[in-house]
């Protein structure tokens, strides 16, 4: 079983459209969670941390359910600028090594 | 811009030769890990340095070889390279090695092995 798992993808959306991503970790250790973004040929960049508690980051809300040990990522009112791959990360804790999904690649059309 | 670099962009090798990838980390910042990505698949952790020794290291064979210097850049040597080795290896700095701090990217270096 991979540490980190997410939906394959690829989801295509309309502008103004809401978006749900879902991701699953194995390790119940895992202490910190994000979601990345990536946009093609380029490197990740930090997207959202995510709490128990929830955020948002104006159109974009990140959860975690940790008896489940499931992270979610909301994006309302889709733009195209929004189109990149999405990738659910987390982290055990100790030193700072990044386990990273497979990522879900978003287009969004116009 | 994370302000840090890596060199070179792109690189073409043949399977057994030997490769050294460059990261120069964002100013302060004591320690930078490597990640290996394939086509279509996460980042991969490497390894970390962390004040010129390793602090950790990935699923990764002994021919992954890394250095950090006292200005905290950095190396990523691959030996015997083999096909599977194409992806895109990315470098990231950050403040310490404690999970809580956040790891800047580099751009890449993209490898193709032929």
């Known amino acids: 079983r991979k540490e980190v798992e997410q939906d394959p993808g690829p989801f295509n959306v309309p502008e103004g459209a809401t978006v749900a991503f879902n991701c699953t970790y194995s390790?119940?250790?895992?202490?910190?969670f994000f979601w990345y973004r990536q946009d093609c040929r380029k490197e990740p960049k930090l997207l959202m941390s995510v709490y128990s508690s929830g955020n948002e980051d104006g159109r974009f809300t990140a959860q975690l359910n940790r008896a489940s040990q499931y992270i979610s990522l909301l994006i309302r009112d889709s733009k195209l600028s929004d189109s990149a791959t999405y990738l659910c990360?987390?982290?055990?804790?100790?030193?700072?090594?990044?386990?990273f999904g497979a990522g879900t690649r978003l287009a969004v059309h116009p | 811009e994370t302000g840090v670099t890596q060199s070179p962009t792109h690189l073409i090798k043949t399977r057994g030769q030997q490769v050294t990838l460059r990261c120069s980390s964002q100013?302060?910042?004591?320690?930078v890990s490597w990640y290996q990505q394939a086509l279509g698949q996460g980042p991969q952790f490497i390894f970390q340095y962390y004040r010129e020794e390793e602090n950790g290291r990935g699923n990764f064979p002994p021919r992954f070889s890394g250095l950090q210097f006292p200005n905290y850049s950095s190396e990523l040597n691959v030996n015997a390279l083999e096909l599977d080795d194409s992806a895109l290896y990315l470098c990231?700095?950050?403040?310490?090695?404690?999970?809580?701090?956040?790891?800047?990217f580099g751009p890449g270096t993209r490898l193709t092995v032929l």
């Open positions: 100013s302060g910042h004591n320690t």
């Open positions: 990231a700095s950050s403040l310490a090695t404690a999970g809580g701090y956040e790891q800047f």
């Open positions: 390790n119940s250790a895992s202490q910190s």
């Open positions: 990360v987390v982290n055990l804790g100790g030193y700072n090594k990044l386990i």
